[in-house]
């Protein structure tokens, strides 16, 4: 079974251009999380959504959007993008929405020049 | 104060050697796991707690729900080991979302 992917795996942006990043989870989870990884910040959590409904949001700004499409798979927008979002982005896909185990994708590594 | 404290923040052993990385919580928990981070991002998820403990090959995790504390032990280290190692919580109910550790950076050295 394949693993979770994330594309595009590197992306270099200028500050105020936006960005949407893609996951595809492993077949049958339909649950996706979004998590923000940085030096300063370590692991932070975006959204999780289960079944195309946003379950959970972290303390980001409005700026962060994503969705959930049908077939499970994910986006996620950054729009007005600021330096400090400059950072590794990781979804993870899990089978239901009752907390079990996380599968995590290689991540879209994001530079916000 | 973070939610999940981790100790140490950096860990360097020798091939061989019995480790210990340690993580507080000061929330009620539905769960917490143990993930591994390799250089260059890729996380993988070692372990699921939510009382006791779990043994998979030389890696071993207790958790201690009265005390809000889990170890991560791995016993005979060897080089491949070295990742950082971090520690997430889920509260209560589920579908709470994660709350991360900062990570323990390990190095084994040969």
């Known amino acids: 079974k394949a693993g979770v992917t994330q594309t595009p795996r590197y992306l270099i942006k200028t500050r105020g251009q936006q960005v949407t990043l893609s996951c595809s989870p492993i077949?049958?989870?339909?649950?996706v999380s979004w998590y923000q990884q940085t030096p300063g910040q370590g692991l932070q959590f975006l959204f999780e959504?289960?079944?195309?409904?946003?379950?959970n949001k972290g303390n980001f700004p409005g700026r962060f959007s994503g969705r959930q499409f049908s077939n499970s798979r994910s986006e996620m927008n950054v729009s007005t993008l600021e330096l400090g979002d400059s950072a590794l982005y990781l979804c993870?896909?899990?089978?239901?929405?009752?907390?079990?185990?996380?599968?995590f994708g290689p991540g879209t590594r994001l530079l916000v020049l | 104060k973070n939610e999940v404290e981790q100790s140490p923040q950096n860990l360097t052993a020798q091939e061989g050697e019995f480790i210990t990385i340690n993580c507080s919580y000061s929330?009620?928990?539905?769960?917490l796991h143990w993930l591994q981070q390799h250089p260059g991002g890729g996380i993988v998820s070692l372990f699921m707690?939510?009382?006791g403990k779990k043994k998979h090959g030389r890696l071993i995790a207790t958790i201690n729900i009265q005390e809000k504390h889990s170890s991560l032990h791995i016993t005979a280290s060897h080089p491949r080991d070295s990742a950082v190692y971090i520690c997430?919580?889920?509260?209560?109910?589920?579908?709470?979302?994660?709350?991360f550790g900062k990570g323990t950076k390990l190095t084994v050295n040969p």
């Open positions: 993870a896909s899990s089978l239901g929405d009752r907390g079990e185990t996380q599968y």
């Open positions: 077949s049958g989870h339909r649950s």
């Open positions: 959504y289960f079944s195309e409904t946003q379950r």
């Open positions: 929330v009620g928990i539905s769960a």
């Open positions: 707690l939510s009382s």
């Open positions: 997430a919580v889920r509260g209560r109910g589920g579908s709470e979302k994660l709350v």
